[in-house]
């Protein structure tokens, strides 16, 4: 198996990382072992999480935290602190909520240096380990300026807390302009950049145009999240039928359920049938067959579901099957645009 390197960094990593976010929602602890000792025994490495996974859904709260723990006590377990590549992120709101008069303000979120050192202390005791592989930051903080978040970033890396330093949710401007403060100041850089990216992904024609060439450019691995859709391109969605068991389905009608999409699955299928692969695969391997791409952050809340998931790492799609996916999904590059 070729493992990838991440952006212009040391680091390796398997073609399909696993998320986490579902651990302690729609998977309980018991499970989440399971999928990441079926994930390492796969060959992956890379796990991500985040500080605010994850139980909103059941609670209408978010304490956040728990994917975080279970994780940990896993690597504990294992002992197998070394093969894995450890993913979290920090920006979101954990915990209360205080009042100041009129405004309201929270207290334990963001990208502030002071927010950052302590949200990174918290990861560390929750994943119970010495240091982070890839700290990102989960979105931007327009109250901050990025040189504030770079140096504080910075500063836990020298501190030995985190390996390397990534981002999400970036606009190709935000991406360049941490990228440009950290050459100028001689912060740490982002190796990373995690998109919601896949073929049905309306934001898609974004990320190919401008920041997809930032990360070629610069050398920025891209580790999308949501490649399946959350579970849309996996074919169990199926036109005028009832909706399958998932805690996300609500979510799919919502967002995923249009014309178009469905032509892009019907595509998907047709590939998935003459190639005897599972559609999932062929969405994941649509990805792989990228440039720019690392490794599609997948989510799974089974053993099974995870078996049909991680054979997508050698799947080589054809080039007439990607121009397929690319014509049906209306992405055709322009002259000019191919000039640029
Ligand atoms: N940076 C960010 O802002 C951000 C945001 C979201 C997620 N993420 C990261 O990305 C990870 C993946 O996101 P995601 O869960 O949306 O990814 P996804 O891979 O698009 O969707 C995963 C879901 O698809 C369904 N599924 C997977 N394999 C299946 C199979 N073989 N058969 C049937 N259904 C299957 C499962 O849902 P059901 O079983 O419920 O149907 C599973 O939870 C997260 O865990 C998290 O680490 C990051």
Known sequence: M??????????????????????????????SHAVMDAFVEGGGNLIDTADIYTNWAESGTNPGGV???????????????????????VRGAMGARFSQGRNTIYQREGLSRKWI????????KRLQVDYID???????????????????????????????????????????????ASDKHGYESFISIQP???????????FEHEIARV??????GVIPYSPLAAGFLTGKYKRDQPLPESVRAQEITNRRYNDQNWNILDKVLEIAGN???????????????KPYMTAPIVGANSVAQLSDLLPAATVKLSSEEVTALDTVSGWQLSRTEREV
């Not at 723990?69 to 590549?85: H, P, T, Y």
């Not at 504030?148 to 606009?171: D, Q």
């Not at 919601?196 to 974004?206: A, D, G, H, L, M």
Request: aromatic residues 12%; glycine residues 6%; charged residues 20%.
């Open 2 to 31: 070729n493992y990838r390197k991440l952006g212009n960094s040391g680091l390796q990593v398997f073609p399909i990382a696993l998320g986490t976010m579902q651990f302690g929602w729609s998977a309980d602890e018991a499970t």
């Open 67 to 89: 994917s975080e723990e279970m994780i940990g006590r896993w690597v504990k377990a294992r002992g197998n602190r070394d093969q894995v590549v450890l993913a979290t992120k």
């Open 117 to 124: 050192m302590k949200a990174c202390e918290d990861s560390l």
């Open 134 to 180: 890839l700290y990102q930051v989960h979105w931007v903080d327009n109250q901050v300026p990025i040189e504030e978040t770079l140096s504080a970033l910075s500063n836990l890396v020298h501190k030995g807390y985190v390996r390397y330093i990534g981002c999400s949710n970036f606009s190709a401007w935000r991406l360049m302009q941490a990228l440009w």
């Open 196 to 206: 919601e990216y896949s073929i049905v992904q309306p934001t898609r024609f974004n």
């Open 215 to 220: 990360c070629e450019t610069y050398q920025i």
């Open 275 to 289: 190639r005897n692969l599972h559609p999932a695969q062929v969405a994941l391997a649509w990805l792989l067959a």
